[in-house]
C-alpha cells in the first residue's frame, strides 16, 4: 500500500498543475471548452493512472 501511495505522487502532482493551468484558463475568459476540457483531462488521467498503478501494486 505504501508503494501505491508514494507512486501516486507524481501523478497527484500532474493532476494539481493541470488544475491550475485550468483555473487560469477561465480567469483569462478564455473558451468554455478550453478550461472544461482541461479539467475533465487532469479527473481522467488521475483515475486512469491510479487504477493501472492499483492493478501493478495490489
Given at each position: 500500500?505504501?508503494?501505491?501511495?508514494?507512486?501516486?505522487?507524481?501523478?497527484?502532482?500532474?493532476?494539481?498543475?493541470?488544475?491550475?493551468?485550468?483555473?487560469?484558463?477561465?480567469?483569462?475568459?478564455?473558451?468554455?471548452?478550453?478550461?472544461?476540457?482541461?479539467?475533465?483531462?487532469?479527473?481522467?488521467?488521475?483515475?486512469?493512472?491510479?487504477?493501472?498503478?492499483?492493478?501493478?501494486f495490489?
Amino acid at each position: 500500500m505504501l508503494k501505491f501511495i508514494v507512486a501516486m505522487l507524481i501523478p497527484l502532482w500532474i493532476a494539481i498543475y493541470t488544475v491550475s493551468f485550468a483555473r487560469w484558463l477561465q480567469r483569462r475568459k478564455d473558451s468554455f471548452a478550453a478550461w472544461i476540457s482541461a479539467y475533465l483531462l487532469s479527473i481522467v488521467s488521475l483515475g486512469v493512472s491510479g487504477v493501472a498503478l492499483w492493478r501493478i501494486f495490489t
